[in-house]
Structures are given as structure tokens and as C-alpha cells.
């Protein structure tokens, strides 16, 4: 997957709408320390639905939006629009947004969805939140002390088979259900016997 385009608005530093357009090949993001470089990592992050405040170095989720400055109010809502696609498919176009006091809301193409299917529509694509392509400070000390089943989970990531556990996981519930329906039905009919 290629992302193309990142907007931001009230994220973080990142105050004033903000667009960036992200060319094939390698990208390097440089500035003076402090400046917002891991604003911008932590932003793609988080529109891929990162739920964890911590890994996004916040206290809570709200954190993420512009605080203020001595000069400058806070803001209400916090922002974040991914523009990406995999080869020769169309464009793919995830917002999040989280506003003071209701939480986050999503849009996958224009269209209201949950987290959990924006999360599966990254992990099909080899890629999301957690993604070991995702390389922030200090990450590369935490693979290399990582356990056997903590690496193994990055290597099913990378093969873009994550997304097949969670559907998994779904259609054993299903299934149990649909088992105890059955079983109840069974006692209904024998009943009627
Ligand atoms: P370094 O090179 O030191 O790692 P960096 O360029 O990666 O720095 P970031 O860590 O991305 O910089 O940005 C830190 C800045 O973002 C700090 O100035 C901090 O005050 C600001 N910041 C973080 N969260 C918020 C927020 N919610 N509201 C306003 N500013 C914020």
C-alpha cells in the first residue's frame, strides 16, 4: 500500500490544516528537534486506528488534539485524512476525527464505519497501527528484546495475513451461536415429539 496524501487539522502540533503529499519512493521528514517529525508518524498511526494513547505518547485519546499555546486557544476536534491505494486499485480514503467529549468517528470513502473495519482494511493490505513499517524512535531495541511470539506477530503482519484472525475469531462466535441455536432447537422440537 502507498499513501499519497496526509491532511491534518488540530492534530497535535499540527494547529492549522496541514497537507502533505507523499511521492513514490523514499521519504525523509527533517527538522529542528521538537518540530512535529513524530506528530506526523503518530498521525498516520492513528488514522489507521491506533487505540492506545500511550503509543501515541498521550495520557488519553483526546490528547492527540491541539492543546493551545500561551498565544493560541486549544481546538475542539482533531483531524487526520489518509489518502493511499495498493497497486492499480483505487483510491482509498480513511478520516478520523475526535472531538472533546465524544470520542472518535470514521470514514472509509465518504462512508461511516467502525474501528474494526478500518483496522481489517489495513491489515488485508499488509499494514495498520502496528505495522513494523512503522518505524518510530526507539522501536528498533524493542524488535531486537521482542519475544518469539511478539516477532512472530510482526512476520503474520507483514504477510498480510493478521486480518484472517480477527475474521476467525468472528466466525467462531458465530459459530457457537448458530451451535446453540441449533441444540435449542433440537430440545424444541423433541417437545413437540
Ligand atoms: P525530536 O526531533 O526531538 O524527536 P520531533 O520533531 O519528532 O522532535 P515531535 O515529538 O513530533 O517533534 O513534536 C513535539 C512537539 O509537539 C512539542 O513541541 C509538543 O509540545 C507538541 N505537541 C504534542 N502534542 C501536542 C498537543 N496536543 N497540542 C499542542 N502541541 C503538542
Known amino acids: 500500500m502507498q499513501?499519497?496524501?496526509?491532511?491534518?487539522?488540530?492534530?497535535k502540533s499540527f494547529v492549522e490544516p496541514a497537507?502533505?503529499?507523499?511521492?513514490?519512493?523514499l521519504t525523509g521528514v527533517v527538522g529542528p528537534n521538537g518540530c512535529g517529525k513524530s506528530?506526523?508518524?503518530e498521525a498516520i498511526?492513528?488514522?489507521?486506528?491506533?487505540?492506545?494513547?500511550?503509543?501515541?505518547?498521550?495520557g488519553g485519546m483526546e490528547d492527540v488534539?491541539?492543546?493551545g499555546t500561551s498565544t493560541r486557544p486549544p481546538r475542539d476536534f482533531a483531524e487526520v485524512v489518509l489518502h493511499a491505494s495498493d497497486d492499480g486499485d483505487d483510491e482509498l480514503v480513511v478520516t478520523r476525527r475526535i472531538e472533546r467529549g465524544a470520542g472518535s468517528a470514521y470514514r472509509v470513502n465518504g462512508r461511516d464505519v467502525r474501528a474494526k473495519d478500518v483496522a481489517l482494511t489495513f491489515a488485508d493490505a499488509a499494514t495498520g497501527a502496528h505495522s513494523p513499517a512503522l518505524v518510530s524512535q526507539g522501536k528498533i531495541a524493542q524488535v531486537i528484546a521482542a519475544k518469539p511470539?511478539?516477532?512472530?506477530?510482526?512476520?503474520?503482519?507483514?504477510?498480510?495475513?493478521?486480518?484472517?484472525?480477527?475474521?476467525r475469531k468472528d466466525a467462531e462466535s458465530k459459530l457457537r451461536g448458530?451451535?446453540?441455536?441449533?441444540?435449542?432447537?433440537?430440545?424444541?422440537?423433541a417437545g413437540l415429539d
Open 3 to 11: 499513501i499519497h496524501r496526509l491532511k491534518l487539522s488540530g492534530f
Open 19 to 25: 497537507e502533505l503529499r507523499i511521492e513514490p519512493g
Open 39 to 41: 506528530n506526523l508518524l
Open 45 to 58: 498511526r492513528w488514522v489507521m486506528g491506533e487505540t492506545s494513547a500511550k503509543s501515541l505518547r498521550s
Open 65 to 67: 488534539i491541539f492543546a
Open 149 to 167: 511470539t511478539e516477532r512472530r506477530a510482526m512476520l503474520e503482519e507483514a504477510a498480510g495475513i493478521a486480518g484472517l484472525h480477527v475474521r
Open 178 to 189: 448458530a451451535e446453540t441455536n441449533l441444540a435449542r432447537l433440537e430440545d424444541l422440537m
